[in-house]
């Protein structure tokens, strides 16, 4: 082991709408690195979401 990683997802932008036929997007982020994945909470109904610091923005991270 050479050492640890820590991600946070903070925000995404523009992202388009109509992903889905209903023209809603629920937004989440996943992120696999070395075979080893963590995903955000979904953020409902938002093409610009942010995570803030109540939502699960690092799986597996200690909160800041």
Same mark, same amino acid.
């Given at each position: 082991? !050479?050492?640890? #990683?820590?991600?946070?997802? %903070?925000?995404?932008?523009?992202?388009? +709408?109509? !992903?889905?036929?209903? $023209?809603? #997007?629920?937004?989440?982020? %996943?992120? #696999?690195?070395? $075979?080893?994945?963590?995903?955000?909470?979904? !953020?409902? +109904?938002?093409?610009?979401?942010?995570?803030? =610091?109540?939502?699960?923005?690092?799986? $597996? =991270?200690?909160?800041?």
């Amino acid at each position: 082991k !050479i050492g640890t #990683v820590f991600l946070e997802v %903070l925000e995404a932008e523009r992202l388009p +709408n109509s !992903i889905m036929q209903a $023209g809603v #997007v629920d937004p989440y982020a %996943l992120v #696999v690195f070395e $075979g080893t994945a963590a995903r955000t909470s979904a !953020i409902r +109904n938002e093409t610009a979401p942010r995570w803030g =610091a109540e939502a699960p923005r690092a799986p $597996g =991270a200690p909160p800041p």
